[in-house]
């Protein structure tokens, strides 16, 4: 079964710096993607960015970009001139890429905390 | 449509009683999931609906819970004899059938089992 590890519970960032949140993922699988989700205080979880496992170059959306090493199977989100609504839990997510697996495997979670 | 909505957002409720949760997925999205989520942790995955056919349920899915999507529209989400420990956030989402669907997620159901 595949898992997904988020060994960050809790990280900060002055407003305007940059942020890295960690993931790791342990499959056996070859073809899958990957999420990283985004859920604010009382608020429901939206999608930051993906990642299909079988493209090298890595994600970006806006300020929003990701470092895939497949071989490592590790999947880091870096978030750039953070601003206060960035504050929220964040989620890395693994889905299989079969057909008959449609379910998403989430991590921990980290709490990001933005300093003004 | 303004997204996925889940109805009620708490539900409070004595143990042993038995409680329903509804979804209503985004119209054209045939695809519809069930999560679990505990406080301070990441969803678990509960079930899964293509249209009105149940395709994948989790062993977390114990015999007390049942899902249904009879018209493959709304679901509903079941609890029997609820337990303290079935105190969590259910969250449904739904997708469409494309081949990286993203799941859409509602604002989910809090359920306090006193």
Redesign the interface.
């Known amino acids: 079964a595949q898992t ?1 590890t ?1 060994s960050q519970p809790e990280m900060s960032v002055q407003e305007a710096e940059t942020v890295t949140l960690s993931c790791t993922y342990d499959t056996s699988e070859s073809d899958y ?1 990957l999420f990283w ?1 985004k859920q604010p205080p009382s ?5 930051v960015i ?1 990642q ?1 496992a079988y493209k090298q170059q890595n994600a970006t959306e806006n300020r929003f970009s990701v470092n895939f090493q497949k071989a490592a199977k590790s999947f880091s989100l870096k978030i750039s001139d953070s601003q206060l609504g960035d504050a929220a839990m964040y ?1 890395c ?1 693994y889905r299989s890429d079969n057909q ?10 980290t709490r990001l905390t933005i300093n003004p | 449509d303004t ?2 909505s889940q109805n009620p957002r708490h539900k409070i409720t004595k143990r042993g009683q038995n409680v329903t949760f509804r979804c209503d997925p985004i119209s054209e999205h045939n ?1 519809l ?1 069930w ?1 679990r989520q505990t406080l ?6 509960l079930t ?1 609906f ?1 249209n009105e056919a149940q ?2 349920k ?1 062993r977390l899915l114990s015999d007390r819970f049942s899902a249904e999507r009879p018209k493959g529209s709304f679901s509903t989400l079941e609890i029997q004899r609820t337990e303290q420990g079935d105190s969590a956030m259910y ?1 449904c989402a739904s ?1 469409s059938w494309t081949a ?9 159901t809090r359920l306090t089992v006193l």
């Open positions: 997904v988020q993607y989700y608020r429901q979880m939206i999608l993906r299909e989620f997510a008959g697996a449609q379910k998403l495997v989430f991590g921990q979670g | 997204g996925v695809r999931y999560y301070g942790q990441g969803p678990e995955f899964y293509q395709l994948e989790s969250l997708s990286v669907d993203e799941q859409f997620f509602g604002p989910g």
